[in-house]
C-alpha cells in the first residue's frame, strides 16, 4: 500500500502548533493589542446582551420590562408573527442558540474594530500605530 501523499506526521504538527502558538503571544504582547480585543469584546457583548437588558429573556418578554411597556402600548393583546417585536423576543428566548444574532454579532464587533483601529491608525494584524 503507497503512502498518502500530503500527510503530516505529528511531529510536524506538534512543531506547526507550536510556532502558531508562539505568533499568538508574541501578537498579545504588542502595544494595542489590548485595545483592540477591548473594542471587540465591548461591541460583540453590547449587541449580543442588548436585547436581553431591554426585556427579551430566555422565557419571552419580562414582566415590567420595557420589552412589556412597548407591547401593551403598540400592540395590545395582538403581536403581529413576524415582526420586529416578535423576532426579537425570539432571539431572547434563543440566546446563544440563535446563530444568525452571534454571526451578526461577530461581524459587527469586527467592523468597528477595524474602523476605530484605523481612525487612530493603528495596524490591526501587527498592531504598530
Do not use: E
Amino acid at each position: 500500500m503507497a503512502p498518502i501523499p500530503n500527510v503530516i506526521s505529528p511531529t510536524d504538527m506538534l512543531v506547526l502548533l507550536a510556532g502558531w502558538r508562539d505568533a499568538f503571544v508574541q501578537w498579545l504582547t504588542l502595544p494595542n493589542t489590548v485595545l483592540v480585543l477591548t473594542i471587540w469584546f465591548v461591541v460583540f457583548w453590547m449587541i449580543i446582551l442588548v436585547p436581553m437588558a431591554h426585556g427579551f429573556g430566555p422565557g419571552g418578554v419580562v414582566a415590567c420590562s420595557l420589552a412589556a411597556a412597548f407591547q401593551s402600548w403598540m400592540y395590545s393583546v395582538f403581536t403581529p408573527a413576524g415582526g420586529f417585536f416578535a423576532v426579537l423576543a425570539s432571539i431572547g428566548m434563543m440566546g446563544f442558540k440563535f446563530p444568525p444574532l452571534v454571526l451578526q454579532a461577530v461581524i459587527l464587533a469586527t467592523l468597528a474594530t477595524v474602523l476605530v483601529g484605523w481612525a487612530r491608525g493603528i495596524d490591526i494584524v501587527h498592531g504598530i500605530a
